[in-house]
């Protein structure tokens, strides 16, 4: 196949139409960049929506993934293996508590499932949610999710669910009681347009939660794995969550996903409570436990901050945008124009890669190890696209 036509006739002919078509068929991709099948280079500042943490085919990253599909693949979960067990050991390290055990699965929506089933364990089934926010696709998760219009079509979803607005202390205080099991929410909402909570919320949320005896669940899928230049999102707040769920960056591309329990929290599964077949591959785990060595090594927590903030000063500067929120690598320039779909198209067309996460945002996501001269490069061909828009 050497045209982005016949790739996407065949989509169009054998896969389903959820995702709408694509655009553009890619077919390799090195670091920041990637290549279609027709050649074109572009720089991929989406990231796999969050989810290639150190880019196209890290030759670390590529070797640590054969080495360990010459030794074992895939084992179930009757037997302990080598990676399973170092990634656990090093996510409860990264929690700072020794008390977090750990439940491997393939995705973020299967993470924040197996955060429901918890919660239920706790005897209580309320639960408060935020407006905006994204779980998932699945039931459990779809349910969680904020977002009407993804839900409208599935209903009835699972009961006993509020939503109460982003950022809000006081909606939430009114909305949890000694009968909610818990309240989740992402630290920054990724695709509800990459929205900051004003700062101390989440300190006083698990003040509140600790009152009244709510699990805190952070889902700490977009942002975590250090793209906010913190290990999970929540860190800076100075909390410690009784749930975290991660996926995307966590496998550096491979599925693998992870919901963390703490203290008491870290108790309620028993044996038979539940499972996945693919939770905790040794393959995904051997690129989780690379990546994070990775991210350790070459110091790219503190990179991600300062790169971020050169985005940001460079990008709030521009008089076409009305402001650059966001934290660390995960950043929404929202449009004074309302349309980011048409930038993100333009963006392409000139050689990036990056989405309109909501009509006004265009969210960037780029790989943590992005370099500078990478970032000067996208800073010239974004100025330009919004300039000639
Ligand atoms: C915060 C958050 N949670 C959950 C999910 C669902 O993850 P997955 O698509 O891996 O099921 C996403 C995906 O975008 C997400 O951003």
Not at 190 to 219: F, I, M, Q, S, W
Not at 221 to 234: A, E, I, K, L, N
Not at 320 to 326: A, I, N, P
Request: with cysteine; glycine share 10%.
């Amino acid at each position: 196949m050497n045209s982005n036509s016949e790739a996407i006739a065949q989509w169009n002919l054998a896969i389903q139409s959820n995702y709408g078509s694509p655009t553009i068929a890619l077919s390799n991709g090195q670091g920041v960049e990637v290549w279609d099948v027709e050649g074109k280079r572009y720089l991929d500042f989406l990231g796999g929506i969050a989810t290639n943490i150190l880019g196209h085919a890290h030759p670390e990253l590529v070797e640590a993934i054969s080495q360990q599909a010459k030794t074992l693949n895939h084992v179930s979960n009757f037997y302990a293996h080598p990676q399973v067990l170092k990634l656990a050991l090093k996510l409860q390290d990264l929690t700072g508590d020794s008390t977090a055990r750990v439940f491997f699965c393939n995705s973020g929506a299967e993470a924040n499932e197996a955060a429901f089933k918890l919660s239920r364990l706790t005897g209580r089934n309320r639960i408060v949610a935020t407006s905006g926010a994204f779980h998932g696709r699945t039931m459990g998760a779809l349910s969680l999710t904020g977002q009407e219009s993804k839900k409208r079509a599935f209903k009835p979803l699972l009961k006993k669910i509020t939503h109460v607005p982003f950022g809000d202390i006081s909606a939430a205080k009114k909305a949890i009681t000694k009968r909610t099991a818990m309240f989740i929410l992402e630290p920054i909402q990724g695709e509800n347009g990459v929205v900051v909570p004003p700062v101390g919320y989440l300190a006083a949320l698990r003040d509140h939660t600790y009152k009244t005896g709510t699990l805190l669940v952070v889902d700490a899928v977009q942002t975590g794995m250090g793209r906010t230049s913190t290990w999970f999102g929540y860190e800076s707040e100075g909390i410690t969550p009784d749930v975290i769920t991660l996926a995307k960056g966590l496998g550096g591309g491979l599925p693998l996903g992870a919901m963390i329990a703490l203290g008491s929290a870290a108790q309620l599964f028993q044996a038979g409570s539940h499972g996945t077949t693919f939770g905790g591959n040794p393959i995904a785990c051997a690129a989780a436990n690379k990546v994070i060595e990775i991210i350790e090594r070459d110091g790219l927590l503190a990179e991600v901050g300062r790169k971020g903030m050169m985005i940001k000063q460079a990008l709030s500067e521009l008089s076409q945008v009305q402001e650059v929120r966001g934290s660390g690598l995960l950043l929404g320039v929202v449009l004074k124009s309302k349309d980011a779909k048409v930038v993100a198209a333009a963006l392409m067309q000139e050689g990036v890669l990056a989405n309109a996460a909501t009509g006004e945002v265009i969210r960037l996501a780029p790989a943590l190890n992005v370099s500078d001269q990478q970032i000067a490069q996208f800073l010239e061909i974004f100025s330009k696209v919004v300039k000639n828009g």
